[in-house]
């Protein structure tokens, strides 16, 4: 028994001081760099989230990942901009003009306006849901904005109502040549009735634990209907490379 208790002391004390380790990293809100693209760590993360970007590994793997498909003529569009750091990146190698990211939370603008700020780009931002039609999408918000999902999750969620548009509507308009998707489970209906004339590359990182084995395959396979293919060279366990 005592060994069992100076084991539990230590475990309580370790994460105890993990805990007050986070504190007062957000407390100062510094200004981190991931490949090139600032960014600042605020109470809007998760322990979890903000110590991966302070780490940078997962996040700057990504940008590596797009740095080596994005070409200067591209025309990007993000489905899913999170925190602004993809189109961010985009941005500064592309030019503002040819970027156009979506985002569903609300509550993500201040940040997302911030990180370009800091960065001296200006994408084009449409605060709204991409779903496979138009029309209103409830999202279930967690307490930390980038962790949002269409798909209902823990403990701790709330619903909130935002406008939706359509892909087809989008990709129309825009004509993006690269698309890059981070949607928290909304790919799983995303592509039905799809038509993608201008896309030449998707980077799509599949949310299995929110849409389930069946689901990713769902996508799997009406991307491949389209006639994209997997590029496995590119393709990570987080995000898959296809092409047409």
């Given amino acids: ?44 993360m998760s322990r979890r989230v903000e110590r991966a970007l302070s780490r940078g590994g997962y996040v700057r793997q990504e940008l ?14 993000e489905v899913g901009a999170g925190l602004g750091l993809v189109s961010t990146y985009c941005a500064k190698r592309v030019g503002s003009n040819r970027v156009f990211a979506f985002e569903a939370d609300p509550d993500l603008e201040p940040c ?25 999408v409830t999202i279930y918000r967690n307490k930390h904005l980038v962790s949002s999902s269409v798909g209902r999750r823990r403990g701790g969620t709330r619903p ?23 949607a928290e489970g909304a790919e799983r209906d995303l592509f039905d009735g799809a038509e993608l004339p201008t896309v030449t590359r998707v980077v799509l990182e599949l949310h299995d634990r929110v849409i389930g084995t069946q689901g990713t395959d769902r996508v799997r396979g009406t991307l491949a209907k389209l006639g994209y293919r997997e590029d496995h060279a590119l393709s990570t366990s987080e995000h898959l490379v296809l092409r047409k």
């Avoid at 990293?25 to 960014?39: K, S």
């Avoid at 306006?113 to 209103?136: F, I, Q, S």
């Avoid at 509507?169 to 890059?180: D, E, G, K, N, S």
Wanted: aromatic share 6%.
């Fill in 1 to 44: 028994m005592p060994t069992r208790s100076r084991s539990w002391t230590r475990r309580t004390l370790r994460k105890a001081s993990q805990w007050l380790a986070y504190q007062f990293r957000i407390l100062r809100r510094p200004i981190i760099t991931i490949e090139g693209v600032q960014i600042r760590v605020g109470r809007h």
């Fill in 64 to 77: 590596q990942l797009i740095g080596v498909l994005l070409e200067l003529d591209d025309v990007v569009m």
């Fill in 160 to 182: 909130v109502e935002v406008p939706g548009k359509a892909l087809n509507y989008v990709v129309h308009r825009f004509q993006p040549t690269l698309l890059i998707i981070d």
């Fill in 112 to 136: 997302l306006r911030e990180t370009y700020e800091l960065n001296g780009v200006e994408p084009n931002l449409d605060m709204c849901a991409v779903g496979a039609r138009a029309g209103r």
